[in-house]
């Protein structure tokens, strides 16, 4: 049965790494005290071993240990044993190329299929989207595939933003940008506000956080729905 | 000898389409009467021919006719006798997408290497670049290379943004995306902002407009150019 958590963001404004979801990690991860995380989308271009001190440091604090996965002679081993897994932010373009390099998107869909608990943030929630053509992150890399794990029936597109009143930059807002995505692509697309996540539990799907999301349907006008709504609805699609 | 101008965006805020520029593309198109428009970017997925309507529209204003290069039977011909391209702005991906599809990089490249003036716009500037890299668009289609024209030898940041003071958005800054780009690539990246563009006139490359660049070169401290500057420096790399 799966069991993941597709969070919008590590980090909410003004609240340490991860501080605002500890709660619902206990819960995620009751099972286990031991978290695989996968650093590769080195966020500001930090290495993998930096970046996987910050995320021992956090769950450290809820007695759970963290190893990156870049420390394991063989990723696909460790992730196929792993207890709990961990994805977080950063350049989506640089984790799908790494994943893709590593030969490793069709272990993680099937481990957390078979129900390893598996949080993503950002990046890490983006790949659980059918594709990541809704990332909001600079292409400074060239991935062999846009493709991603399809834990979910949509895409994700994390740090959802509103259009900013009037705004003088003429620069595309995030609406316009999903409306041009369904141009050219049908399925949902989940605009996940800071401090929202989505809480999948086998085929039983959760907006959780104070805010509502925001869910642009192909050839639908954009909508909201609130805090606590599920999301099933949009499996028949 | 080159002939190019490399905008930021097609419109500033408060004015028409092209209308705080059109001065200079007086001067750029002065021995054409004819302009062949790339409408390939589709902003918010609007169609090739309402697109070309909309740069008509533009051109009109100062005695010059327009034509979609979907209208012609053989785009690649068209290119070759064109005595002005115009490429607009939308999405990045999108326009790459469709150029790659045609076949047309390497034609647009060789036809304004030799003299045929060309003006580019936001996506239409993107591509001026050594790579499509720093774009700041969603990745809504998957187009075979990110590799672009070249017409410059470094990339380009249309729309530059500088990061926003008191934001409690915690998504990236355009600063912190450029950041990262140099962890993977080491070509310069001009951040050009809203209502600047470059005028490269043969080997000369110069700020237009009324405000500073912002250059980010790998290993280097990013620093502001003013406008009037000239960018030949960054030929050296």
Known sequence: MKNIIIASTSTVHGSGYLEYILESLEVLYKNTDEIIFIPYARPS??????????????????????????????????????????????????????????????????????????????????ICGLTMHTTNDMPIVYPPSFKTLGLVPFNINPHYLDPITNSKHMGETRETRIKEFHKFNTQPVIGLREGSWLEVKGSSITLKGNLKARIFEYNKTPYEIATNSNLELLNRL
């Open 45 to 126: 271009g930090i290495s993998h071993n930096a970046y996987t001190d910050i995320a021992k440091k956090a769950f450290k604090t809820i007695g759970k240990s963290v190893k990156g996965l870049h420390e394991f002679k063989d990723p696909k081993a460790a992730l196929k044993n792993a207890k709990g897994i961990f994805t977080g932010g950063g350049n989506t373009f640089v984790l799908v190329n790494q994943l893709y390099t590593n030969n490793l998107l069709k272990t993680i869909s099937n481990v957390v299929k078979e129900g390893t608990p598996y949080l993503g943030t950002s990046a890490g929630s983006n």
